[in-house]
């Protein structure tokens, strides 16, 4: 499997890689000056490190997606003309294609990496997640016992993060010996140095944490061969690799601005001309003339293991939607031993409830305390190891806090499975600092996600089964109260043993004539409880669950909104929850319903028991009742 394995080089393979680094440098400086944009100056000082990390590592150009590789990931995506030269000279990529297409609607060749491509494990360019992306394969490496090394390529100004401090601490807690992360230290980024822009001890802060380091000459593929092969020897280790921006070119070497900065076409022939290389542009811009634009997105693959679902439970009695999801997490390890199913946990275990499963099955649980950036960004890469992560964290946590790590879960294609509590204001006394009330709006801008707010206990028990059996991310949003099991007009359970989750229904818990309430999560039995009393008074008031608010089912909602009155009874901001996303389907398809009024969120709530909380936000059964009879005089 090993092109050059790990093991000492010979002179003829010292010589290879050395003059593979002056091509790939002048790759580099055709791709970026070709298409206008780019980072030559970073790429330049990581290229070194780039061939010999792909070269050393257990990784081939043959079999790039083996199961039991080896898996780098560049941190610093803005270097991918230096990784997308590093592959095509080493066989991984046609280095033809990237060069041509390099920042190229037509090609996959992207300004940042992309996962998919041959090499490239995790799509980078957010600046201080590639180490916690990296120590969740290392991890799930360890906790699959397949013996895959995982690299970590990253850039000096980006140690500055407190991701990346997250992300040590949990290497040494898990005693990952299979990671080695190396540092391009050029001491240069956008706005100057990096040891001025913001100072960062990066040797003292790794070996404080427990990290063995070593220094090396960035530019000495010798130098990073030897630490390569001295890093195998068994802990988290870090390679500082002194480089210099724009290395190869006099007129390049530590100019800080050729980080963003490409080269005039003269510039461009005089660089060749020290990197004693034919020029190549003329080439490149034909070939580039003929893409079009559009192309097939990089596949991935997360290995997704098939998973029973078990028996579902059935409950009677009055219980909250988090304890279902937890029970559910733990029936699902109990039906699945060979499963390698795991709960990530942020020092919440009985809160979110995992803390049946901790004491089940402790080997379950990754338990990383209150560092949520990592937490998010490490779920999300266990997942493409093959295993599938429950991370249950509160809705501001796991959602609000880390938006931008779920962002980049959405286009790695992650397969997450994200459980969310104390969502809405169910939370009370906790203030407004934990009422999460814009979780519907913001997964809504984000592609590549499910969200599953479920009503009562039985449906949380079918919603957590079906994610788990689902390739992709999939949030459930529970809230933090007991909430009473929801009921047909007849008394029986809606949600029966017979029912089986479909994303996107929307069911019809009460008839009605001309008025419904679409609402879903802890408001729903609010919902039927209004709608029950009134019926006692001769009002039928329709009820309908959009368990999927996000996506409910296009022709089932309008089917009732058309022509109809509707209140959109929700414990969150009214504007950017299901009654936008009503909005926009009614607006879209040309059917609109007599009148749609929100009843939802319409400032940060304040601090006392949930009811209480409810009545001040406007959002109580008295005002739903209120709301009803007012519509219905009009």
Not at 41 to 67: H, K, Q, T, W
Not at 182 to 202: E, F, L, R, T, W
Not at 308 to 318: L, T
Not at 411 to 440: A, F, M, Q, R, S
Request: net charge negative; with cysteine; glycine share 10%.
């Amino acid at each position: 499997m090993r092109s050059y394995g790990k093991k000492p080089l010979d002179d003829s393979r010292i010589q290879l890689l050395e003059d593979m680094a002056r091509r790939c440098r002048g790759d580099i400086l055709t791709m970026t000056t070709l298409s206008g944009s780019g980072h030559p100056g970073g790429s330049m000082s990581s290229i070194d490190i780039f061939l010999s990390v792909y070269a050393f590592a257990d990784i081939s150009p043959e079999d790039p997606f083996n199961r039991q590789r080896d898996r780098v990931v560049v941190s610093h995506g803005h270097t991918s003309p230096g990784v997308y030269a590093a592959l095509g000279r080493l066989g991984f990529i046609d280095i033809e294609e990237a060069i041509a297409g390099f920042r190229h609607p037509g090609t996959v060749f992207e300004g940042h990496i992309t996962r998919g491509i041959p090499g490239i494990e995790w799509t980078t360019g957010n600046l201080g997640q590639g180490l916690s992306a990296g120590v969740g394969m290392a991890l799930g490496s360890k906790l699959l016992g397949n013996g895959s090394h995982v690299y970590v390529v990253m850039g000096d100004a980006e140690q500055a993060k407190g991701q990346v401090a997250e992300a040590r601490r949990t290497a040494i807690k898990f005693n990952l010996k299979n990671i080695t992360a190396i540092i391009d230290y050029n001491d240069a980024q956008i706005s100057g140095k990096a040891s001025q822009i913001m100072p960062v001890n990066i040797e003292r802060e790794y070996k404080a944490s427990g990290w063995r380091v070593i220094n090396a000459d960035g530019h000495s593929i010798v130098a990073l061969w030897e630490a390569l092969l001295e890093a195998e020897e068994g802990s988290p280790t870090l390679i500082v690799a002194r480089t210099k921006i724009g290395k190869g070119v006099s007129f390049m070497e530590d100019e800080i601005g050729y980080h963003g900065v490409t080269l005039t076409e003269k510039q461009y022939i005089d660089a060749m001309s020290e990197l004693s290389l034919e020029p190549t542009l003329e080439k490149y811009k034909k070939s580039r003339k003929e893409l079009q634009p559009g192309h097939v997105r990089p596949d991935v693959d997360n290995y997704v293991p098939d998973v029973s679902m078990g028996i579902p439970r059935v409950y009677s009695e009055k219980t909250d939607n988090r304890s279902a999801a937890g029970k559910a997490i733990l029936d699902l390890v109990k039906s699945n031993p060979d499963v390698p199913l795991f709960a990530v946990d942020c020092d919440l275990l009985g809160s979110v409830k995992l803390d049946s499963l901790a004491t089940e099955y402790p080997d379950r649980i990754v338990e990383l305390g209150v560092q949520e950036h990592n937490a998010a960004t490490l779920s999300g890469s266990l997942s493409t190891c093959g295993i599938v992560p429950f991370f249950a964290d509160f809705g501001m946590f796991g959602i609000d806090e880390v938006y931008n790590q779920q962002r980049l879960n959405a286009i790695n294609k992650t397969n997450l499975k994200l459980i969310c509590t104390h969502v809405g204001i169910d939370v009370g006394e906790d203030g407004k600092t934990h009422h999460c009330i814009d979780y519907v709006g913001a997964m809504n801008n984000l592609f590549g996600w499910e969200l599953i707010v479920p009503g009562d206990p039985n449906q949380t028990d079918r919603a957590m089964r079906y994610a788990a059996s689902v390739n992709g991310n999939v949030l459930i949003a529970v809230g933090r109260s007991k909430v009473p099991i929801v009921t047909n007009e007849h008394g029986a359970a809606f949600y029966d043993a017979n029912y089986v989750f479909e994303y996107g229904r929307i069911d019809q818990i009460r008839t009605g004539t001309d008025l419904f309430i679409l609402s879903y999560g802890q408001l729903l039995h609010r919902a039927i409880k209004v709608s029950d009393e009134l019926r006692k008074e001769g009002i039928f008031v329709g009820v309908v669950n959009a368990s999927c608010p996000s996506d409910p089912d296009v022709e089932s909602a309008l089917s009732l909104i058309e022509d109809s009155k509707v209140i959109v009874y929700e414990d969150h901001n009214g504007r950017t929850g299901l009654f936008a996303v009503l909005s926009r389907i009614c607006a879209e398809h040309g059917r609109y319903p007599a009148r749609m009024i929100s009843l939802g969120i319409d400032d940060y709530a304040l601090s006392g028991p949930a009811e209480m909380i409810l009545e001040t936000s406007g959002i109580s059964e008295n005002h739903l009742r209120s709301a009803i009879i007012e519509m219905r005089s009009q």
